[in-house]
């Protein structure tokens, strides 16, 4: 990996465009709860881009409608590109992470992360003449998305009181099978490198980092990820009994598979972290894995629970 880089993006296009959402919320007097369709409706809208392997021209599209939520909402993003070695198609390619920040700038932090990309094919699908196919990663890549891009409306809205950046990981799902050198790109050089950047990231320590990946599937059922109750076992129990308070009952606070995910490059940083995912996902890696699969309610459960801790931060998190 090498070169470095960055572009801020600041406050400077006005809330115009999500003048109704505010407005409306403003009006309520109460601050605006999650919604799990307004999350599906990015879902769908990510997946009607096509396959979003990384380098792909799907991808920078999606990538700029990300940037240009974030305008709208007046929130500031930043675009923080490197160069990989492509590890599906070897090669270089240019990968790039992007964070939007919510609420106060600098400060004690929480990061909620997502992966953007799709896997560039559809290499676990039961018919071998579907698995050279590019993955539409409805659950893979886009649920996770889609709950970040409803919080940025939530929180724009509602700013919380300490900072939230949510972090849009590239590179995450472009590995082959049994070498994990080729996963979690993104992650992984964000790990090495966030105090390299401008504020907030380069700010004080995040005091935790929440992952969701794979968190749209008709009935959702998340336990205890392996590396997260390994290494972060203070704080993923306290997760757990967030939601157990909240009454989602898609999480259940049982140990689960161990995956090597975008969170394992920031526990090895020392900063802990928890992967809410659901790998028991029959359409893992296959051309099954449409937006028909995924359910409003289950984005629900988990938007619930990560906008519960953006308002209300865990205590010692
Ligand atoms: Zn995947």
Not at 65 to 90: K, N, Q
Not at 119 to 143: F, I, K, T, V, Y
Request: glycine residues 10%; proline residues 9%.
């Amino acid at each position: 990996m090498c070169s470095d880089r960055v572009r801020v993006r600041g406050r400077a296009v006005a809330a115009l465009a999500a003048g109704v959402w505010i407005a409306a919320a403003a009006a309520a007097a109460e601050p605006p709860a999650f919604s799990g369709h307004r999350a599906f409706a990015w879902i769908d809208r990510q997946c009607d881009l096509g396959p979003r392997p990384p380098g792909s021209a799907a991808l920078e599209t999606l990538r700029r409608l990300v940037e240009a939520h974030a305008d709208s909402l007046g929130l500031p993003v930043a675009r923080l590109c490197f160069t990989a070695r492509d590890p599906w198609r070897g090669g270089d390619v240019t990968l790039c992470n992007l964070v939007v920040s919510c609420g106060p700038a600098g400060g004690d932090r929480l990061w909620l992360g997502a992966h953007y990309d799709t896997r560039p094919a559809c290499d676990q699908d039961p018919d071998p003449a579907r698995r050279g196919e590019p993955l539409l990663g409805a659950n893979d890549g886009a649920s996770g998305t889609a709950i970040l891009l409803h919080l940025m409306e939530v929180l724009a809205a509602a700013p919380p009181a300490r900072g939230v950046d949510l972090i849009f990981f590239d590179g995450e799902d472009s590995g082959r099978s049994g070498d994990p050198r080729g996963f979690c790109l993104g992650s992984r050089h964000l790990a090495a490198t966030w105090r390299d950047f401008p504020s907030p990231l380069a700010g004080g320590k995040p005091r935790a980092l929440i992952v969701l990946d794979m968190v749209g599937e008709r009935g959702l059922r998340i336990g205890k990820e392996g590396y997260s109750q390994a290494y972060a076992p203070e704080l993923t129990s306290l997760v757990f009994a967030r939601a157990a308070s909240l009454r989602l009952t898609a999480l259940v606070p049982e140990p689960a598979t161990a995956v090597y995910d975008d969170h394992v490059p920031f526990l090895e940083a020392g900063i802990p972290a928890v992967d809410l995912i659901d790998f028991e996902f029959p359409q893992w890696h296959t051309a099954g894995d449409v937006p028909a699969v995924c359910d409003p309610a289950s984005l629900t459960q988990v938007g619930r629970l990560v906008l519960s801790l953006c308002r209300e931060p865990l205590p010692g998190f």
